[in-house]
């Protein structure tokens, strides 16, 4: 699986819009983009993916780059609840199911 | 749906004790994963089933790590005997297929502390 690049940290005030980006220059073409978080004491939580069409669904929304080299993960009004690592993940379609985590963005929502 | 149920959700033994850490996948799952977490080396999957059998167990550290699906909602992962650096939260997920498109669901996790 491809590498992925994250920020280290971010900081968000809350019900403000997040952009947390991905940088994924190796990208195959085939590669799926998936996001996972993981709030404190809990374990991973599946968030979104995609392939090359912006996808939204009731968590979040996936922007991807047209040359898919880079992706965004976008929570329109961040809570307290969003406060968490969020995963930026590569995965092939013949990926046999392993997810190959880095160290993530750990996400700070100020209230 | 229940998620995937990990018990115990704590557990603290003594250097050279058996650990045994338990898993239920979500039913209708055909995959079943280990993983392990440490603050020095993150999430690391350590085996993986595919409909009871192990699939992929480079990740599991030495011999004293063993796992076992009996059939399709149980598995173990068992430290024997258990060392002080095997002290980390060990999650399980489970998800339907494998492949790109697929997600996984994890468990709430162990916590496993070996004094």
């Known amino acids: 699986d491809a590498k992925t690049t994250q920020p280290n940290s971010m900081e968000s005030n809350e019900e403000e819009p997040v952009h947390l980006p991905c940088n994924h220059s190796t990208i195959s073409g085939t590669d799926y983009i998936h996001w996972y978080r993981q709030l404190p004491s809990q374990g991973p939580e599946y968030v979104i993916h995609g392939l090359t069409s912006n996808v939204n669904n009731r968590m979040a929304s996936l922007a991807i780059a047209e040359d898919r080299k880079s992706s965004t993960l976008i929570l329109h009004r961040a809570t307290l609840r969003d406060a968490a690592v969020y995963y930026c993940?590569?995965?092939?379609?013949?990926?046999?199911?392993?997810?190959?985590f880095g160290q993530g963005t750990t996400l700070q929502v100020k209230p | 749906d229940a998620g995937v149920i990990q018990s115990p959700r704590h557990e603290v033994t003594e250097m050279g004790q058996e650990v045994t850490l338990r898993c239920k996948p979500i039913?209708?799952?055909?995959?079943l994963f280990w993983y392990r977490q440490t603050m020095m080396r993150g999430l690391e999957l350590l085996i993986y089933f595919n409909n009871n059998v192990p699939i992929d167990d480079s990740g599991m550290p030495e011999d004293r790590f063993s796992a076992k699906m009996p059939n399709a909602s149980f598995s173990t992962l068992k430290i024997q005997p258990s060392e002080p650096r095997d002290s980390a939260v060990y999650f399980c997920a489970s998800s339907r297929l494998a492949g790109g498109s697929y997600e996984q669901y994890f468990g709430p996790g162990t916590r496993l502390t070996v004094t």
């Open positions: 039913s209708g799952h055909d995959y």
């Open positions: 993940i590569l995965r092939a379609p013949s990926n046999t199911g392993k997810l190959i």
